[in-house]
């Protein structure tokens, strides 16, 4: 069965520290895998797509790891603000360049306080 | 910041009622999804469109049904809403980039949160 699953379900962090989310999945065929910040009763907005042969890229002060062996994913937060309070969603395409189905992760709640 | 547009942001309304929900955008792009999300939950496909008089139902059974007339409107519309219709709905939209330029990149709007008394 195709699953995203994340961990942690919810974190709490002070601001200026980094901290690390984890995705895990099991699809196949895998094509890419995609992190995206969703602020509360907003659309998620894209951070970073990864392929198969990518292991790492990065947004800012967000960087995303890909291992696609172990299929495991990392989105690290470096120096976190106020303004990453958020729901960070792992996604997972099962097809090439054209978008495939996507399985979509619950979500980790990230809740950073000054 | 995507150019796709979702109206009502909120919208709370009594059982039975007939609602649709509108979604616009400006890119140009042929593809267009409307997704379901609780809280806490993941996002579910519920309808989808690959261009003007196509649409296909999602992997999420859905009352609702969807029409594409235009290639910016993709409006969804609940002839007779339920409190079970309470959610959060998301519509996307995305076009496949030119061979060798990437993934393909799904931009989604501010959603509509629904609640059905």
């Known amino acids: 069965k195709n699953q995203v699953e994340q961990s942690p379900q919810s974190l709490i962090i002070l601001e200026g520290k980094n901290c690390t989310l984890q995705?895990?999945?099991?699809?196949?065929?895998?094509?890419?895998l995609r992190w995206y910040k969703q602020d509360t009763g907003r659309g998620p907005v894209s951070l970073t797509i990864?392929?198969?042969?990518?292991n790492t890229k990065s947004n800012g002060r967000y960087t995303a790891t890909l291992d696609a062996d172990t299929k495991q994913s990392s989105l690290h937060i470096t120096a976190s603000q106020l303004s990453d309070s958020a729901s960070y969603i792992c996604?997972?395409?099962?097809?090439?360049?054209?978008?495939?189905?996507?399985?979509f992760g619950r979500g980790t709640q990230l809740t950073v306080w000054p | 910041e995507a150019d796709i547009y979702q109206t009502p942001r909120y919208l709370v309304i009594g059982t039975g009622k007939k609602i649709t929900l509108e979604c616009s955008q400006t890119?140009?792009?042929?593809?267009m999804y409307w997704y379901q999300q609780d809280p806490g939950m993941e996002l579910h496909l519920i309808h989808y469109?690959?261009?003007?008089?196509?649409?296909e139902k999602g992997d999420l059974s859905s009352e609702s049904t969807v029409s594409r007339i235009r290639t910016e409107h993709f409006p969804l519309t609940l002839e007779s809403a339920r409190p079970s219709h309470t959610s959060q709905y998301l519509c996307?939209?995305?076009?496949?980039?030119?061979?060798?330029?990437?993934?393909?990149?799904?931009?989604f709007g501010s959603g509509t949160q629904l609640s059905v008394l």
């Open positions: 995705c895990n999945y099991t699809v196949s065929p895998f094509s890419n």
């Open positions: 890119m140009g792009h042929d593809k």
């Open positions: 990864m392929t198969f042969s990518e």
């Open positions: 469109s690959y261009g003007v008089n196509s649409t």
């Open positions: 996604v997972v395409s099962d097809r090439g360049s054209t978008l495939g189905r996507l399985y």
């Open positions: 996307a939209s995305s076009e496949s980039p030119p061979p060798g330029q990437g993934s393909e990149k799904l931009f």
